[in-house]
């Protein structure tokens, strides 16, 4: 089954080389008012083919909306949208598995009738019609006073600590071409620069959050806002790694330096820090939810790698052709925004 969510679910269809993308999204109230130029904005940031760091794959990644909004409001029904594949070169791709894709795995599941051309479904390009669905719950979530952001918290060892989680700061980052801090930018694409002109590629972090979200969100173990975020995220290609809050860095401290201590203010209980990420026993707090997200290098290289091919099951080499991002961070950005949108609306519908 490929469903995610619970009052908001997602189905997502598709592959990398196919003739096309796309996510069925059910459960969002009928008439909400949906602005097709800020779906196109959204589905802007994430698209490939921008500037010399992506990969030159080139997609519109507009969407045509099969169901579910009629004069630019939802109807109460399914939405469906489709993202045609304009730049697909499946002659790219053979027989031998790309180490650190889902090729082996793939093969092993499905017994080599799955579509593995650019990942096929594994795709990040399945990236794009998440990014859809979260442009859609980005606009329900603006009328409830809720917003997610996202950024570039570090390319391979270079960090940018420029940005506080002030929301008007995090969402001024986040909407630059390169959403790092302008100290940091010139740093972070140098780290970029450095693999790629090695034929090799870098990870990095992206740092999100959720303001506006009311305490009182969530269930304990299995119900829990942790839950809920991570495993969506975690659905994202190329994610190994999600923190809430201080995260692992919380293991080194103290209680007295973990703890966020509360105080009053107009009638409502806040915390001075939020080492813990906005959520208690699985519940929100009031506070953001925040989340740091870890983003592996691409698999894809064009330093040789041993390998298998399997048409033959033989050891060789591979040297990986095609286009691809040496860092996937950046487009990575609006990705993880949407994910925590789409976790927003689920829980507050």
């Given at each position: 089954m490929?469903?995610?969510?619970?009052?908001?679910?997602?189905?997502?269809?598709?592959?990398?080389?196919?003739?096309?993308?796309?996510?069925?999204?059910?459960?969002?109230?009928?008439?909400?008012?949906?602005?097709?130029?800020?779906?196109?904005?959204?589905?802007?940031?994430?698209?490939?083919?921008?500037?010399?760091?992506?990969?030159?794959?080139?997609?519109?990644d507009s969407v045509e909306f099969l169901s579910g909004i009629m004069d630019?409001?939802?109807?109460?029904?399914?939405?469906?949208?489709?993202?045609?594949?304009?730049?697909?070169?499946?002659?790219?791709?053979?027989?031998?598995l790309r180490p650190g894709h889902a090729d082996w795995t793939a093969l092993i599941k499905f017994g080599g009738h799955?579509?593995?051309?650019?990942?096929?479904?594994?795709?990040g390009r399945l990236t794009a019609p998440l990014t859809f669905a979260g442009a859609l719950a980005k606009q329900v979530l603006s009328r409830r006073g809720v917003s997610s952001y996202a950024r570039i918290s570090s390319i391979g060892g270079t960090a940018d600590d420029g940005v506080t989680c002030c929301e008007e700061e995090f969402r001024a980052v986040s909407r630059r071409d390169?959403?790092?801090?302008?100290?940091a930018e010139e740093w972070l694409k140098g780290e970029i620069i450095a693999a790629r002109d090695e034929g090799d590629s870098v990870g990095g972090v992206v740092e999100a959050a959720i303001f506006g979200l009311p305490g009182g969100l969530g269930e304990p173990f299995f119900g829990s806002m942790e839950s809920l975020v991570a495993s969506l995220l975690f659905?994202?290609?190329?994610?190994?790694?999600?923190?809430f809050g201080m995260g692992f860095r919380m293991s080194a401290?103290?209680?007295?330096?973990?703890?966020?201590?509360?105080?009053?203010?107009?009638?409502?209980?806040?915390?001075?820090?939020?080492?813990?990420?906005?959520i208690l026993g699985g519940i929100t707090n009031g506070m953001p939810v925040a989340v740091r997200v870890a983003i592996k290098p691409t698999p894809s290289i064009s330093k040789p790698q041993e390998t298998v091919d399997s048409a033959?099951?033989?050891?060789?080499?591979?040297?990986?052709?095609?286009?691809?991002d040496p860092c996937i961070v950046p487009r990575a950005v609006?990705?993880?925004e949407a994910c925590l949108a789409l976790c927003a609306l689920d829980c507050l519908l």
């Open positions: 490929n469903v995610w969510g619970n009052r908001v679910r997602l189905s997502i269809f598709g592959e990398s080389h196919g003739r096309a993308v796309g996510v069925v999204v059910d459960g969002l109230p009928a008439g909400e008012a949906i602005d097709p130029s800020e779906i196109a904005r959204e589905m802007s940031r994430r698209a490939p083919g921008r500037g010399e760091l992506a990969t030159a794959r080139r997609e519109p630019d409001r939802t109807t109460g029904a399914p939405i469906c949208g489709v993202i045609r594949n304009a730049d697909a070169r499946p002659r790219d791709y053979g027989t031998k799955a579509d593995m051309r650019g990942g096929g479904h594994f795709s390169f959403p790092s801090s302008a100290g659905s994202v290609p190329a994610v190994k790694g999600v923190e401290m103290r209680g007295s330096e973990a703890n966020d201590a509360l105080y009053a203010a107009e009638g409502e209980i806040r915390s001075r820090t939020n080492n813990n990420g906005g033959d099951m033989r050891d060789t080499a591979i040297q990986i052709a095609g286009r691809h609006p990705v993880i």
